[in-house]
């Protein structure tokens, strides 16, 4: 099992910058990617951004040049850095663990954090 903790979401103004932080814990070695997803309001779950043990990245194309994702593998946390943030990035936004080569090994869940956008 791997538990995520995840930090930093709010409320701030169209144009601003959030930080939000995912801690993992447990068996980090089964897992080989970290990310974010968000989920709005009768939207379905999406993929924001994605990091792989190998330093690969990848971005939903609404949020390519906006956010960033890092990771402190030392600390075995991943953060996603989200600057001009509009009302549209408004959502839960949950922290995904995954390995993406050995599919039986379950995907997991942070609890979710808010971000909310107000114009």
């Known amino acids: 099992q791997v538990q995520l903790v995840e930090s930093g979401g709010g409320l701030v103004q169209a144009g601003g910058s959030l930080r939000l932080s995912c801690a993992a814990s447990?068996?980090?070695?089964?897992?080989?990617?970290m990310g974010w997803y968000r989920q709005a309001p009768g939207k379905r779950r999406e993929l924001v951004a994605q990091?792989?043990?190998?330093?690969?990245?990848n971005y939903a194309d609404s949020v390519k040049g906006r956010f960033a994702i890092s990771r402190d593998n030392a600390k075995n946390t991943v953060y996603l850095q989200m600057n001009s943030l509009k009302p549209e990035d408004t959502a839960v936004y949950y922290c995904?663990?995954?390995?993406?080569?050995?599919?039986?090994?379950?995907?997991?869940w942070g609890q979710g954090t808010q971000v909310t956008v107000s114009s």
């Open positions: 447990g068996m980090i070695f089964s897992i080989n990617a």
């Open positions: 995904n663990a995954r390995n993406t080569v050995q599919t039986a090994i379950p995907n997991y």
């Open positions: 990091s792989t043990n190998g330093g690969r990245t």
